[in-house]
């Protein structure tokens, strides 16, 4: 019986279960056994596997996270990680790897097909839907519709105390997170990291709104957002093992100028991981399911290298690299529509 062996690494988001169980049952279906590698590349370092059948993926359509668990390890940063993962790949017996993450993950792929280890096939993930070569990555559908919520919750008490709040989201380098929750919350003001924000601009715009009664705003902030004049602000100055530092805290420097500078109350929310758990939508759970499927389609017409995606309405297969050579940021025709509402 041939092998494929899947893992999930990076950030985990909703729909990561959907692609598992798709795997597990497409796999079947065409006669594979389904190694489940624990803890993203981890798990290849470490041996740390487990058999999934049938019964280990019942039920798991609508959970949040990955029953494989994740991490953010990169074994081209752990001394002998290489040599592990190429030893452990053969001791394994996998005919193929299909891995599920985003622009670190495939990173780590695209280095390995070049390595030795050639026959793998990508699944994009993450809720910031900033990986070039699909239209959507699931995860990011689930997290809109999580932040818009919030920012319908928000929008009641900034109503009743008529204050300014400001609503921190995630998304790393990428404000497609805060674009599509906030068109979808009716923010009256977006910032994203792929436009410095102006903070005279944002007080004329709140002004704007106050003069004509609405005394009370919510303005929509991306982490990966910063002042014209500023830096990126963060959390921890410390690298992860893909170089990343850890973004938060814009939200709080933005409302501190606001009120400073327009006199109006404002408070902070930060939405942080809350964008990542729960449930997935019914988007993320028929776009995981379909990517699943698609990528044990690709195991066994042998077309590795690639990477399932989505353009339009269809799920086609594109090469790795496409997907992690340039980020994906937010198309500026997307945020002209969001800047009809501001103000
Ligand atoms: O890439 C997904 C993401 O949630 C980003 O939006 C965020 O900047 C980062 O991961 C947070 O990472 P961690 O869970 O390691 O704090």
Request: with cysteine; aromatic share 6%.
């Amino acid at each position: 019986m041939k092998k494929i062996g899947i893992l999930t690494g990076g950030g985990d988001c909703p729909g990561l279960n959907p692609v598992i169980r798709a795997v597990v049952r497409k796999g079947y279906n065409e006669g594979y056994e389904i190694i489940g590698i624990k803890n993203g590349w981890k798990g290849l370092i470490e041996n740390d596997v487990v058999k999934l059948d049938l019964i280990s993926v019942s039920g798991i359509l609508p959970r949040g996270g990955t029953i494989l668990g994740t991490s953010r390890t990169n074994p081209y940063k752990k001394e002998g990680g290489l040599e592990k993962v190429k030893e452990n790949y053969k001791k394994l017996g996998l005919d193929a790897l299909i891995a599920v993450g985003g622009e670190d993950t495939l990173g780590v792929s695209v280095k390995l097909i070049k390595d030795g280890i050639t026959n793998i096939v990508g699944v994009p993930k993450t809720i910031d839907n900033d990986l070039s070569g699909t239209d959507y990555t699931f995860g990011f559908d689930t997290a809109v519709n999580t932040a818009m919520e919030c920012i319908d919750k928000l929008h009641t008490t900034a109503e009743s105390h008529h204050r300014i709040i400001v609503v921190e989201v995630m998304g790393r380098h990428a404000g497609w997170i805060a674009v599509e929750s906030g068109i979808a919350g009716g923010a009256d003001v977006i910032l994203v990291p792929e436009i410095p924000i102006d903070i005279d601009e944002v007080c004329s715009l709140l002004k704007k709104r106050y003069e004509r009664g609405k005394t009370f705003s919510i303005v929509v902030v991306a982490e990966g957002a910063q002042f014209k004049e500023g830096t990126l602000v963060i959390q921890e100055q410390k690298l992860d093992e893909f170089g990343h530092v850890r973004l938060g805290g814009i939200g709080e420097r933005l409302a501190v100028e606001i009120e400073k500078r327009c006199g109006y109350e404002t408070r902070v929310s930060v939405l942080g991981h809350i964008q990542r758990g729960g449930t997935p939508s019914a988007f993320d759970r028929i776009l995981g399911t379909r990517f699943g499927v698609k990528a044990v389609e690709l195991v066994k017409n042998k077309k590795f290298g690639k990477m399932v995606a989505l353009t339009g309405n269809k799920i086609v297969d594109v090469p790795i690299e496409s997907a992690v050579t340039v980020a994906k940021t937010v198309d500026m025709d997307f945020y002209e529509i969001a800047k009809v509402f501001f103000g």
